[in-house]
């Protein structure tokens, strides 16, 4: 394929995939690879997302792509490019402020632990990835009314800052 056809198809990591409705994955041979793509293509994820949660380069998820897509395993969802929108700094200062209430010292040690995790920066933060960043961080709550307060105080501030 050349390199024209290629981006005619993906012309960017927020291109959205969804499954077709044509043919079936279980019809024909897959490779591990191209079935683990499979199951994160759901017609909300950009090929970007499904590299990270993969941990595929982008060259390599393309080609997967690209030959899911020739097979007619996967439709075009969305081409628009997305706004991404990043959390502000006051999300990890209240984050900071909310899990040192309830977990102690050990506060930023976990957040940053996360955020290593998720393969994130606190600079480059996107808004939609808050909820799994506080889900993360309260799975290492122990104790469940804390866990909850945490979760409560989290969901508070992002409603607030939603309007």
């Known amino acids: 394929m050349t390199d024209n056809n290629y981006k005619s198809i993906i012309p960017h990591e927020h291109v959205v995939f969804g499954l077709s409705k044509d043919k079936s994955p279980g019809d024909m041979t897959l490779r ?28 390599e998820a393309f080609n997967l792509f690209i030959g899911l897509y020739e097979k007619g ?9 997305a706004e991404v929108s990043y959390v502000s700094d006051s999300f990890f200062v209240i984050l ?3 899990l040192t209430q309830v977990v102690g010292p050990v506060a930023p040690f976990l957040i940053d632990d996360a955020l290593k995790e998720m393969d994130a920066q606190r600079d480059s933060f996107m808004m939609d990835q808050t909820t799994d960043l ?14 909850i307060k945490f979760q409560h105080a989290m969901l508070e501030f992002l409603k607030e800052g939603m309007q």
């Open 134 to 147: 506080i889900e993360l961080i309260s799975d290492e709550i122990s104790d469940d009314s804390k866990r």
């Open 96 to 98: 900071d402020k909310e």
């Open 32 to 59: 591990s690879a191209e079935w683990a793509v499979i199951t994160q293509v759901d017609g909300k994820k950009t090929v970007d997302q499904i590299c990270k949660t993969l941990s595929m380069s982008h060259d």
């Open 73 to 81: 395993l996967i439709e075009l969802f969305s081409n628009e490019k």
